[in-house]
């Protein structure tokens, strides 16, 4: 899985979710609550929350896309 570039917080938590199965079923089932006390920004937030998927891959995909698309420049 390709780290994030320029969204440390978002890399994190696809690290984490990647090495942590509960961790990564909450962010799969209910993103919000696996989220909730991580103290990220609302952008990032946002991001994260956003997201259908039923595997972490397909999860990174969706966010990788997401932030290709919302790039400025």
Do not use: C, V, W
């Amino acid at each position: 899985m390709s780290i994030i570039q320029n969204r440390p917080a978002i890399s994190d938590i696809l690290i984490r979710a990647s090495a942590n199965s509960a961790f990564r079923t909450k962010l799969l089932t209910n993103p919000t609550e696996a989220l909730i006390e991580l103290n990220l920004s609302p952008e990032d937030t946002e991001i994260l929350t956003a997201i259908n998927a039923h595997t972490l891959k397909e999860y990174a995909r969706q966010i990788k896309s997401r932030l290709i698309l919302n790039y400025p420049g």
